[in-house]
């Protein structure tokens, strides 16, 4: 050793700094600016006349405003609901009941989360729609009895669409929770003399109330922000992210559309608080590590039960799945059966969407990428260096994750539009800054989770052996925390290959994607082409999430819990 | 050549300025001599591995200084640093074979390829793995025991001028726990290195150390050889931290500059206490902690020729070689249950019965009342 001056090791501060920078100029500042010009009279350049509350009183005098807050109000909490009756009874038969093919179960019950949820609801519209296969048939059916099925567009609609849609959180959650439950203490309590009645109310229930807060909270969070299935099947019921849309695309009112953001915000935010006050007081911690395993049920009553719900629900759900495939190798579909069978669907894939297919590959991979440096580096400074205020960068990152997709939207349109310094209307780069925004928490949370499991003393080893911050940070801990890196990369990139919600305010002729075509395709009722160039996206999402699944063997479901 | 490793005046507080301030490390100051293997020994929370952490950088110190021969050290980067540690989880790579985990430090100096081979292997000869480095597998695949090895060669391939060893035997079993704290003593003397070893557990450090400091609370208490830890504890903390220490509550009854007259108050239990076994200051009348070791008290059924106490036996505990006897003494002679070993088990004497509790020579000693552990 040598007595000398050493210099301060500067890479750190610079790899540090840029995704603060990034964090500050994308997130924090179009938050800021959103929030400014909620309170400020319709306009669309960023400059202070003085305080509206014009935004807001729309929500005490326009009728339209308030049937979309009573609408988003009345389908979130419905599918919230929904979503828990349908999916606990299912995690539970699948994690307590002898049934043979579990492994399919989980992963067909995975299969309508990794579907673009408007693909899932413009096959309802096939099947239920005014002259819907399934409508006619029950209509059929139930018609002699004085019974008539509603017709998929509006209220029935999104929330039949989006239960079906989002009870795989539900049940994957539950499923884990009833699974990973130590057996030991039912039985502690059934030697006790409990009766098992009274064992699943006063300790499995309890136990994974928390997951359930968890699944619960994912619902609700996705069901108020979900643009799609509102846009395609709502009709004139408006909820608060088509409102936005309207907005912005009928007035370029971007003013009016920040309160509605900022109400919608507003009521994410309290149902989150309420989620952590009601869980935190419910979280355990396991006392002891010893367990035992998990006793099946065998009767053969409770299993006919079980393995006939989950292939009912597993049906039912994946009907969108089973219809898009069929549709589209076909011109039309009314009444009972498809008609007209052609591959011209498919054939004109290449002359019509190639340019939206590049454009979606192009933004999506790039994004994941940024994605996953922005992530692992904002991981890494939360976990690592703790510092002041570690509690708040990680809130920041986090907050997108609960925000709906047109919120982000709305904030980066009221930042870089209008007269403002930065122009980023319409550019590639706008919406690849959305995605970064919005997918950063899934890279974020997995790698920050796998760098509390890591011990810091690896870290610590390889300083004491003499390599500095950046050799220690490209030798040991990246490798180390690769395999999150890359589960929460494919999550990124399989969700931001369907992304609409975000892209449909902030894209142009230049950078249409596949969603905003088969979109387009559906508003203009050509359904066969929306279901091939579906089913492309269909199959490059499946083999995107199947190579992960058998490669890693860990389960998706996972990178979707927050905190 | 290993130099000496001198701490002057460190003290290291936590969260300095902020609402709970903890200082760790409270004006430190002893020498490691060159080539010497010093342990570091206190309870939980004493400061132990806030200050082999600190010698190794991965803390800054507060104030003071760490001098490697004369060398200010607490200033250089702890990658700068020329250190080995072996961790107590090991920290071995789970993403690099051993001979990789082995070469890290080595690679980090950028040692050409053949060089990094030739060191590897000695150093593995040294720890005894040449067998397991043929077959080179990950470090997740040996047992305990090797994997321990592989951590003490990786910090040693680079010859560091200090070797750290942080609790290193804490995670294998009582077992190799023993073996271990051979071998480690083996290949420190091998390399003469200068080592710091942390532990918690009095006896294996007792068994490893050339010397040994004992820390409670931030502050050195005692630094000296086993030996001279077990035989003059400084006060009656280290008195009852190396080894069992059984207080007697007493009062000075005479003092001079030979020896003091301490006396179990309102009783006949009297001991004089040599100078050399006095530890603190001490008047006529202050009161003291009169100390015995559990081998240098005697239970007996009879009432015995030397002064005693009377007590009760509340459990027999067969150990081996001796028999430990728990008695609770009557009165306000003593404020914890005493541990007194006995050569065998005294035949008359069951659990739940009255003894007499008395000193089998003249060996007991006299400590500061304040200071009770």
């Known amino acids: ?37 909620a309170f400020m009279a319709p306009a669309d350049d960023l400059a202070f006349h003085g305080f509206s509350l014009e935004g807001f009183k729309q929500f005490f005098t326009s009728r339209l405003y308030q049937k979309s807050l009573r609408n988003s109000f009345v389908v979130s909490i419905s599918v919230t609901a929904l979503t828990l009756l349908i999916g606990v009874p299912m995690g539970y038969f699948v994690a307590r009941v002898k049934m043979p093919g579990k492994n399919l179960i989980l992963s067909l019950g995975i299969l309508p989360i990794i579907m673009p949820s408007f693909v899932g609801a413009f096959t309802w519209v096939i099947l239920l729609g005014r002259n819907g296969i399934v409508r006619t048939f029950l209509n059929w059916l139930l018609g002699p009895l004085g019974v008539e099925v509603p017709s998929i567009y509006g209220m029935f609609g999104m929330i039949l669409c989006m239960t079906l849609t989002y009870y795989p959180f ?18 502690a309590a059934m030697l006790m003399g409990a009766g098992k009645g009274r064992i699943m ?160 590959f192009y933004l999506s991979i790039l994004a994941t990428v940024l994605c996953a440096v922005l992530g692992s580096i904002v991981a890494y400074i939360t976990e690592r260096k703790k510092p002041k205020g570690a509690a708040l960068l990680d809130l920041a990152v986090m907050a997108p994750f609960i925000l709906p997709g047109t919120v982000v939207s709305i904030a980066l349109l009221s930042a870089f539009s209008g007269n403002s310094a930065i122009r980023l209307t319409g550019t590639y780069a706008i919406i690849i800054i959305s995605y970064m925004i919005r997918r950063t928490p899934y890279v974020y949370r997995s790698v920050a989770a796998s760098l509390t499991q890591l011990n810091p003393s690896l870290e610590e080893a390889s300083t004491i052996a003499g390599a500095t911050w950046f050799y220690t940070f490209r030798r040991v801990s990246v490798p180390l925390i690769l395999p999150a890196i890359i589960s929460g990369s494919i999550l990124t990139l399989t969700t931001l290959l369907q992304e609409l919600s975000t892209t449909i305010l902030l894209y142009s002729g230049k950078t249409r994607t596949v969603p905003i075509q088969i979109y387009g395709a559906v508003q203009d009722g050509k359904l066969g082409a929306a279901s091939a160039l579906s089913v492309v996206l269909l199959v490059v999402v499946f083999f995107i999430v199947y190579g992960m699944n058998s490669r890693q063997g860990s389960k998706i479901s996972n990178a979707f819990k927050m905190g | 050549m290993s130099e000496n490793l001198t701490y002057d005046k460190v003290n290291k507080i936590f969260d300095v300025g902020g609402r709970n301030p903890v200082h ?310 003593a404020s914890a249950i005493f541990e007194i070993d006995m050569g065998g088990l005294v035949v008359d004497i069951k659990e739940g019965e009255k003894v007499n509790v008395s000193l089998k020579s003249s060996l007991a000693s006299l400590y500061e009342a304040k200071e009770e552990a």
């Open chain 1, 170 to 187: 539900v049940f994957q959650l539950s499923y884990g929770a009833f699974a990973s439950a130590n057996p030991l203490l039912e039985e």
């Open chain 1, 1 to 37: 050793m040598k007595a000398r001056k050493y210099r301060k090791d500067l890479t750190q501060a610079l790899v540090f700094l840029i995704p603060m920078a990034f964090l500050a100029v994308f997130l924090l500042y179009p938050m800021f600016t959103t929030l400014i010009r």
């Open chain 2, 24 to 333: 760790a490390l409270c004006d430190v100051s002893f020498t490691i001599n060159s080539g010497e293997l010093f342990c570091l020994l206190g309870p939980s929370g004493c400061g132990k591995t806030t200050l082999l952490r600190s010698t190794a950088g991965l803390e800054t110190i507060t104030s003071g200084k760490m001098l490697y021969g004369d060398v200010d050290i607490s200033t250089i980067p702890p990658y700068k640093r020329n250190i080995g540690m072996v961790f107590q989880s090991f920290a071995l790579y789970p993403h690099m074979n051993i001979f990789e985990n082995v070469a890290y430090g080595l690679r980090v100096r950028k040692t050409p390829e053949a060089e990094v081979k030739r060191k590897v292997t000695e150093v593995m000869e040294l720890v005894g793995l040449q067998d397991e480095l043929k077959r080179n597998p990950s470090p997740t695949a040996l047992s305990g025991g090797q994997q321990q090895r592989v951590a003490i060669a990786r910090a040693l391939v680079y010859s560091p001028d200090i070797l750290l060893l942080d609790e290193p035997l804490a995670n294998l079993d009582a077992k190799l726990r023993r073996y271990m704290r051979a071998e480690i003593r083996r290949i420190q003397k091998a390399t003469n290195i200068t080592t710091i070893f942390v532990t918690h557990d009095q006896e294996e450090a007792m068994a490893v150390g050339d010397r040994l400091a004992v820390l409670r609370k931030g502050v050195v208490e005692q630094i000296g050889t086993s030996d001279e830890l077990y035989t003059q504890p400084q006060n009656s903390f280290v008195a009852n931290f190396i080894g069992k220490m059984n207080f007697f509550k007493a009062e000075i009854e005479n003092i001079d500059g030979a020896s003091a007259l301490a006396r179990v108050k309102g009783t006949g239990f009297a001991e004089t206490v040599d100078r050399s076994r006095i530890h603190g200051s001490f008047t006529k009348g202050s009161s003291a902690l009169l100390g015995a070791r559990p081998e240098q008290l005697i239970v007996s059924k009879a009432l015995p020729q030397r002064p005693s106490l009377p007590g009760t036996v509340k459990i027999i505990q067969h150990l081996g070689q001796f028999v430990r006897y728990e008695v609770e003494m009557e009165g306000d002679a």
């Open chain 1, 201 to 360: 109310r006063t300790v499995t229930f309890p136990l994974i109330l928390p997951s359930l807060g968890a699944a619960a909270l994912l619902v609700f969070v996705r069901a108020i922000g979900n643009f799609g299935i509102p846009a395609v099947i709502g009709g004139d019921h408006y909820v608060l992210p088509t409102l936005i849309y309207f907005e912005v695309n009928g007035f370029w009112n971007i003013n009016g559309a920040s309160s509605i953001a900022v109400i919608n915000v507003a009521i994410t935010a309290f149902v989150l608080w309420l989620q952590k006050y009601v869980v935190s007081r419910h979280e355990y911690e396991t006392i002891s590590a010893s367990r035992s395993e998990i006793k099946l049920h065998e009767g053969k009553g409770i299993r006919i039960i079980a393995m006939l719900y989950c292939l009912i629900i597993l049906i039912v759900s994946l009907l969108p799945q089973i219809t898009i495939i069929v549709m589209s190798f076909f011109e039309k579909w009314v009444g009972l059966f498809p008609e007209g069978f052609t591959l011209a669907n498919y054939i004109r894939i290449p002359k019509y969407s190639s340019h939206e297919l590049f454009n979606s």
